[in-house]
């Protein structure tokens, strides 16, 4: 059996007794729920827009440096992003955006125009690193620098994080409560709001969930010499946001979405994302917030009837 972070090599999974298997389970957990009782001026639902600007990192943590894999990831900044800054300018919809320090990097005043606009710019990684495969020492060195750059180009320092591809290693719970972050924004035990455990203890530390669901990547991705090609037609793909946000609608819930300028960007792409943000916009009392004004709201105003933390 190959060598994981945190696994044992010398015996199979099926092998592993019941403080093994439970441990690796119960290191992270979903604790309380922080639903609130009401949404902010009696709002219906809470809507927390969220775009990751990744950019040339997808392809620079790969080694791949081809002016065409660097050309791929520069059509985010340069177009992706501007449409969906006018789309939200628009509809005056707050958003977040957890940005990579070396596309910030790259692109500071694409970083500088999100934080001008009003929108909440969340820390991303460094170059859009796997945590996984990463030291417990280099990862807190790259998500520290990464809070640095971001700091540094907008003047105020994240309080929120979505690890790269939602990769959580075996380090990464205690170095965000290390670094001082209030929320996260990579874990999917939920489709609502809740407090992360650390092998069974509160952390004080607020979860947004999100899921590849509401997610472009998933839908629209390609690999140019791989096997993967977009599948979903984005006809196909608004419809499905569109079925989630209305399940959320009814349930007086949270919607949230994942999105990237250089997948969403695209003009076929940007009519579907605009489709469902005029979806959203024809229904009344929505509260749309950043991740950041979700999870104070949420820890302040947790206090749905629930037992033993799950809603039920």
């Known amino acids: 059996m190959g060598s994981k972070q945190g696994v044992s090599t010398e015996l199979e999974p099926w092998q592993w007794d019941e403080a093994v298997w439970r441990g690796h389970a119960e290191r992270v957990r979903a604790g309380r729920d922080l639903t609130p009782r009401v949404w902010p001026g009696g709002a219906r639902i809470a809507v927390a827009l969220s775009f990751d600007p990744d ?36 509809h005056q919809i707050p958003a977040t955006f957890f940005v990579p320090a070396v596309s910030a990097l790259l ?18 990684g460094w170059i859009h690193e796997r945590n996984a495969l990463l030291s417990a020492e280099d990862e807190l060195e790259l998500t520290r620098r990464s809070v640095d750059v971001l700091e540094k180009l907008v003047g105020q320092r994240p309080v929120g994080i979505r690890t790269p591809s939602a990769d959580f290693s075996d380090s990464t719970l205690e170095i965000l409560q290390d670094l001082g972050f209030r929320y996260d924004s990579s874990l999917m035990a939920d489709d609502m709001p809740y407090e992360i455990l650390s092998n069974g203890q509160p952390t004080g530390l607020v979860e947004v969930p999100m899921e590849w669901i509401r997610d472009d990547a ?24 569109k079925d989630e946000f209305d399940s959320a609608y009814a349930d007086g819930a949270l919607f949230q979405l994942v999105c990237h300028p250089h997948i969403i960007g695209h003009r076929s792409r940007m009519h579907a994302l605009r489709d469902l943000v005029e979806h959203m916009k024809a229904h009344e009392n929505v509260w749309y917030a950043t991740h950041g004004e979700i999870a104070d709201y949420v820890w302040r105003n947790a206090g749905r009837d629930t037992e033993n933390g799950v809603r039920q």
């Open 218 to 241: 998933p839908y629209f991705m390609m690999t140019r010499f791989g096997p993967y090609r977009p599948y979903t037609p984005p006809r196909a793909w608004v419809e499905i946001m």
């Open 107 to 124: 692109h500071p005043q694409e970083t500088k125009d999100y934080a001008a606009a009003g929108h909440e710019i969340g820390a991303h």
């Open 55 to 90: 950019h040339e990192t997808l392809s620079l943590r790969e080694g791949e440096t081809s002016p065409g894999a660097m050309g791929r990831g520069e059509f985010g900044s340069r177009v992706g992003s501007r449409r969906i800054l006018q789309l939200l300018d628009k």
